[in-house]
Antibody
Framework: EVQLVESGGGLVQPGGSLRLSCAASGFTFSSYWMHWVRQAPGKGLVWVSRISSDITSDDSNTRYADSVKGRFTISRDNADNTLYLQMNSLRTEDTAVYYC?????????????WGLGVLVIVSS | DIQMTQSPSSLSASVGDRVTITCRASQSFGNYVHWYQQKPGKAPKLLIYAASNLESGVPSRFSGSGSGTDFTLTISSLQPEDFATYYCQQSYSTPLTFGGGTKVDIK
């Protein structure tokens, strides 16, 4: 059974940092592209970032929404089946539930499995 | 960026009703549209991929159609467990974008 479990959320002050983790199980993690999607309270879904399955030194294996570019970094540890999102210079508008999601092999740009989500609150 | 405009933003319906939700893309592409269902406090769930393909385990009362700029999600006979918010999403280009959502509630 595919499982994605996020952790690392919490309350942080504006300008602070937080690192989210997503532990994957039930599938061959290293074969799949992975994404982060967020949802502000009472709002819709917003794609944040993606990382390809093939980790190279080339930054082309990652992409970001303009709203987080330069502040957030997505990474993965295929040996540990874990996806990460390092969030720096956090703003109040980054307050949201953050979901990790898997991109299927046929088209890695949509999401066939989602984690339960983790809440990040940016507030003073 | 491709904008996905969903309509209506909300609707009230009764059990057994046929429900149609539309999503219009700001530019034309093939079948790179997918539909999700989200219930309060829960993660989204994939219903339809590539415009018209039913995800495994999803009831057959859900169907999708469309190509180009106009896409539709149809629930043929609304069931109590279908009251939720529905989102479309395009995977044609990055940034990946979602529609604003359609909340389906009980009339």
């Amino acid at each position: 059974e595919v499982q994605l479990v996020e952790s690392g959320g919490g309350l942080v002050q504006p300008g602070g940092s937080l690192r989210l983790s997503c532990a994957a199980s039930g599938f061959t993690f290293s074969s799949y592209w992975m994404h982060w999607v967020r949802q502000a309270p009472g709002k819709g879904l917003v794609w944040v970032s993606r990382i390809s399955s093939d980790i190279t030194s080339d930054d082309s294996n990652t992409r970001y929404a303009d709203s987080v570019k330069g502040r957030f970094t997505i990474s993965r540890d295929n040996a540990d089946n874990t996806l990460y999102l390092q969030m720096n210079s956090l703003r109040t508008e980054d307050t949201a539930v953050y979901y990790c999601a898997r991109g299927p092999l046929s088209d890695p740009y949509y999401f066939d499995y989602w984690g339960l989500g983790v809440l990040v609150i940016v507030s003073s | 960026d491709i904008q996905m405009t969903q309509s209506p933003s909300s609707l009230s319906a009764s059990v057994g009703d046929r429900v149609t939700i539309t999503c219009r893309a700001s530019q034309s592409f093939g079948n790179y549209v997918h539909w999700y269902q989200q219930k309060p406090g829960k993660a989204p769930k994939l219903l339809i991929y590539a415009a018209s393909n039913l995800e495994s385990g999803v009831p057959s009362r859900f169907s999708g159609s469309g190509s180009g700029t106009d896409f539709t999600l149809t629930i043929s006979s609304l069931q109590p467990e279908d009251f939720a918010t529905y989102y479309c999403q395009q995977s044609y280009s990055t940034p990946l974008t979602f529609g604003g959502g359609t909340k389906v509630d009980i009339k």
